[in-house]
């Protein structure tokens, strides 16, 4: 193998570790730097563990990395939504029809500790820790910083720069600061914020609730989340608006108002929370937000996911699009024969605008998720579309399953369909078009005949 470019990674999170490992693959010497502790010897603070839903799009990133049967052992698979209605009354929504396809949860801790693990097994591979980036100058691929054990600072040189440094990117800031380059930035932040909690073992040390879902509290304009440990716990997330409402981060100040709270909206969940009045207030709230930019590279500089395109969690892509993030660019980097500059080009124009597309569905997925799921049209709904997928696995597939188990599809494509099947769907639903007196192959042409007109513009019902 001739000898490749040297590569300077800032940020050794899930994203910039598979990166660093896919590229050292390929031969090219990685510097990978991160300005946190190593988090395979460091304790992560409290409340900043938000466990990741792995699905189809990671699994090909890792499949490609030839991790497949290593990161499968570490998942834990959640075969639908488990949603808990404010009377105790649980319902499983199934995440597709086809019984082979449905999500994962995983610890963010234990997937970037197998990542790491990996990369360390490369000579070719300098791997950083604590160490915060000051100053860069994209201009000649440099970067100044500082040692935070040492107290000193250090001058770092590659050929090439990556940014995989997170939704606050100093690469990002670096390229905006840039007086003759025209980029684009937006940050825009929901009016909700999170706070994570958890639900410990039961008496007899296994899960208090089942296993295998993701379970939802879905309550109008706010919601509580919770996914599955190893260690028979569950993290559990609070999404609640900063202001407005009974309730709101604002107002909830002191522990007996948390406690009247939860009893009141949650109760079924506060049964389960016996730390809930200290996790609450030792916790952090964080907020939530997009970001979106243009163009990714500059120069010899290029970014890569949350410091691309950070995204809400809604649709529990954001990881999964960092990892394709990879994947994709690996294909741009075959495609151009392995010259970077080339590649930085493909891989920006192939990627944006699916990007921006899972950015725009986890917003959509935020208003569905806390409110429309309790719907009884949602319910119905999500019913035929299950059935659909069952009967006709090869022929259809629901907007969730274009964007969460169909990875050869673009985000884009998803969207695009999967928004005009939902519009159908419900459309047909709300104006009596589809009943149960219709085979299950008169609902499916009968909707595909509908997204269609929709997607060209010339489909109208009656009021």
Known sequence: MKNREHLLIIGAGLCGSLLALRMAQHGYKITLVEKRPDLRKEKLSAGRSINLAFSDRAFKAFKMAGLEKKVSKILIPMHGRMLHSIDGETFLSKYSGRDDEYINSVSRTELNTLLLNEIEKFESVNLIFNHSCQHLDLENSTGVFFDEKNQQKINLTADFIFGTDGAGSVVRQSMQSQKDFLFSHSQEFLTHGYKELNFPPNKENDYAIEKNALHIWPR?????????????????TLFLAYEGGEYNFNNLTNPEIVEEYFKKVYPDAYEILPNLKTEFFENPTSPLGTVKCSPWYYNKSILMGDAAHAIVPFYGQGMNASFEDVFVFDECLHD?????????VSFSKKRKEDADAIANLALDNFYEMKSHTAQDIFLRKRKIELALEKKFPEAYASKYSLVTFKEEIPYKEAMEKGRAQDKAILSLLKHEKLNDNQSLEE??????KTTQQLREGDFLLEN
Do not use: R, Y
């Open 336 to 344: 151009q024969d392995f010259d970077l500059d080339k590649t930085f």
């Open 220 to 236: 109008g304009e706010n919601m509580l989340i919770a996914l599955p440990n190893p260690d028979q716990s569950f993290t559990v």
């Open 443 to 448: 609902q499916l042409k009968l909707i595909n």
